[in-house]
């Protein structure tokens, strides 16, 4: 029988996190290095990532950082390319960049602000994936873990539905896209749906919102926000050895949201 420790250990593992700088990115990578693995954390603007790298210092495992906008192609190749140079390989990667809502209604939304969010959520997702996957191939093993929303499967009350949702939802089809083309290769891929997280703009949204942040509260059974230390937990073992039979599927962590 396989040890469980051995099970969830990342030791020796190259993970890479994009979005690193804030929120649940700089949450997921410290817990990852806290897990064994070194780290390789993105973001648009590499002064951004100096608190996330000295986290994952304290860890005791190596960080990388590197500026990189995961809607330009030629970036998110430079990424990858430096990370090989360095590394020599990638076995995680944790695809949590992404744009934040535009609460609009649907007549009210410029195609502008709809291409935005699209361009980052779904096709940054997506090169970030395809490049990362072109490495992973050869060496017929790897994780990928994109982060969706449970805007990906519902449509959350008390805001404008939209160009997030529809996005989300492509991040969870697309998950079962390259779970289906990767396997061969023994490269799993996930999705995860995190409900209302208690991150730094959903704070910021409810401080000024107190009547929906009250709404919101009623309709998660908890009858509280996810803590982020939770969410960062949940990653660092999907990311491990316990989920190998695992690809395709997309895990719903909300307090009970979507239950109702």
């Not at 806290?34 to 648009?44: K, N, P, T, W």
Request: with cysteine.
């Amino acid at each position: 029988m396989a040890d469980f420790h051995q099970l969830i250990s990342l030791e020796g593992k190259v993970a890479v996190v994009t979005g690193a700088s804030k929120g649940l990115g700089a949450a997921f990578a410290p817990m990852l290095a806290q897990a064994g693995s070194d780290i390789v954390i993105l973001c648009r603007h590499k002064k951004y990532l100096d608190e996330t790298a000295r986290a994952v210092h304290r860890a005791g495992r190596k960080a990388l950082a590197i500026e990189c906008d995961i809607t330009r192609e030629s970036q998110v190749q430079g990424m990858v390319k430096q990370v090989i140079g360095e590394f020599g390989k990638i076995d995680i990667l944790i695809n949590n960049a992404g744009t934040e809502r535009i609460n609009r209604a649907p007549e009210e939304t410029s195609l502008e602000d709809w291409t935005s969010v699209m361009h980052t959520n779904v096709d940054g997702t997506f090169l970030c994936a395809r490049e990362v996957g072109k490495v992973m191939v050869p060496r017929r093993k790897g994780k990928i873990i994109n982060i969706a929303s449970i805007s990906g499967q519902v449509i959350n009350k008390y805001f404008h539905g939209g160009s997030y949702d529809v996005s989300k939802s492509a991040v969870v089809a697309l998950t079962k896209a390259l779970a289906v083309e990767w396997a061969p290769y023994n490269i799993t891929v996930l999705a995860v749906s995190p409900g209302y997280y208690d991150t730094d703009p959903n704070r910021k949204w409810f401080e000024k919102n107190p009547e929906i942040y009250s709404n919101v509260i009623d309709m998660i059974p908890l009858k509280r926000l996810g803590a982020i230390e939770e969410l960062s937990g949940f990653i660092a073992c999907l990311a491990s050895d316990v989920t190998n039979y695992m690809t395709g599927s997309t895990i719903v962590i909300d307090g009970g949201y979507t239950a109702w």
